[in-house]
């Protein structure tokens, strides 16, 4: 098993990565969590089929209580209506101060259920089991839980730290061939902003095949560069910033697709290629960063470039929003490896994008 520990202040917790792990859960989370007796665990109506009798039982074994909320699969469940009757069905379990939540889906479930242990009781211990690559190298780890409002994605939510993150990469073994692309593009930008070698290894094993026989190693090097920006800045005010590579561009297309055409994976493989262009034009990143990236993304299958409008784009980076601040720091590489924060008027990143 590969472990590594989220070093935060009275708030440490271990990820664990192994094959079979979710069949062992019981163990784990009795460890984790010594005082709880119920566990309430969130789940969605495609990963629920698949792994929900499992965990439970390992749980139940362990000695714990546990209650199964499923929600409908899908972005929309990360809204107020599901986190209302997740804390009424909470309450109704009678889940206490000393019990806790389980998060057992990809980024949907584990953001939804995340911020319903932070919110219920004014707070109550959680643990990650992510099933999607997504979720496993990104949204399950650094405490980041959140809903979609109206108005955008993840506009209400907290920082709450899992106390335990389980990871069996077994579960990607169900992901169709689009989704496990999309968790690639995240592993890739690893590779750019944090390690040129970790590039060059996912550059050299491209199918799907290949990548997962080395899917554990694959995954502690994703959740060990996060774990590392995390303990220097859980509150995202400085180098967590950089994680957004890719994103701020992505968004744009997202928006230009209207959430549906595009799949944030898709969009933020296209915004990283646009933004290794950007740095070109700016003098910021080498002329043989974008043709290398585009070569990885595209062989994984993910697109190198999306069109979208001028709109689309002011939309992105808060042209669009009077008061928002005139410059905005966009991220990128000044070398394949290594990702910096570039300030620049938003006016002028529209002219240079458009
Ligand atoms: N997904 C970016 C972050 O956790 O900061």
């Not at 094959?19 to 629920?48: E, I, M, W, Y």
């Not at 989704?179 to 930008?189: L, Q, W």
Request: hydrophobic share 45%; glycine share 12%.
């Amino acid at each position: 098993m590969k472990t590594l520990t989220v070093a935060l202040p009275g708030r440490s917790y271990e990820i664990l990565i192994q094959r079979g792990l979710l069949a062992q859960a019981g163990a784990h989370c009795r460890k984790a969590l010594p005082r709880a007796s119920r566990l309430f665990v969130v789940t969605d109506s495609n990963v629920g089929p698949l792994y929900l009798e499992r965990v439970r039982a390992g749980l139940e074994g362990a000695g714990f209580q546990v209650t199964a909320h499923t929600v409908p699969a899908g972005e929309g469940s990360k809204c107020a209506g599901q986190l209302s009757e997740l804390w009424e069905a909470m309450m109704a379990a009678g889940l206490t101060r000393t019990d806790a939540v389980v998060a057992l889906g990809g980024g949907v479930v584990g953001d939804l259920a995340g911020f319903a242990a932070a919110t219920v009781l004014r707070g109550v211990d959680f643990v990650q089991m992510p099933t999607t690559l997504l979720s496993q190298v990104d949204s399950s780890v650094g405490g980041k839980v959140a809903i979609d409002l109206h108005h955008g994605k993840n506009l209400a939510g907290a920082f709450w730290q899992p106390k335990l993150v389980l990871m069996d990469p077994d579960t990607l073994d169900t992901l169709d061939d689009q989704t496990f692309a999309d968790g690639m593009a995240e592993v890739v930008k690893y590779g750019c902003i944090k390690d040129a070698a970790f590039f060059d290894f996912l550059a050299a094993r491209l199918s799907r095949g290949e990548l997962m026989a080395e899917i554990e190693h694959i995954l502690y090097t994703c959740c060990d560069i996060k774990r590392g920006v995390v303990e220097r800045d859980e509150r995202d005010t400085g180098e967590r910033m950089l994680l957004n590579f890719g994103h701020t561009l992505g968004h744009a297309y997202e928006l230009a697709g209207h959430y549906e055409t595009w799949s944030h994976g898709q969009a933020v493989a296209a915004g990283m290629c646009a933004a290794a262009k950007l740095g070109v034009r700016l003098g910021v990143t080498p002329a043989e960063v974008p043709p290398r990236l585009e070569g990885v993304l595209s062989a994984l299958g993910l697109p190198t470039a999306i069109s979208c409008t001028a709109e689309d784009y002011a939309a992105a980076v808060g042209l669009d929003k009077k008061g928002a601040g005139d410059s905005i720091s966009v991220i990128l590489l000044d070398k394949l490896g290594h990702a910096v924060p570039h300030k620049m008027p938003k006016a002028e990143l529209l002219e240079e994008l458009t």
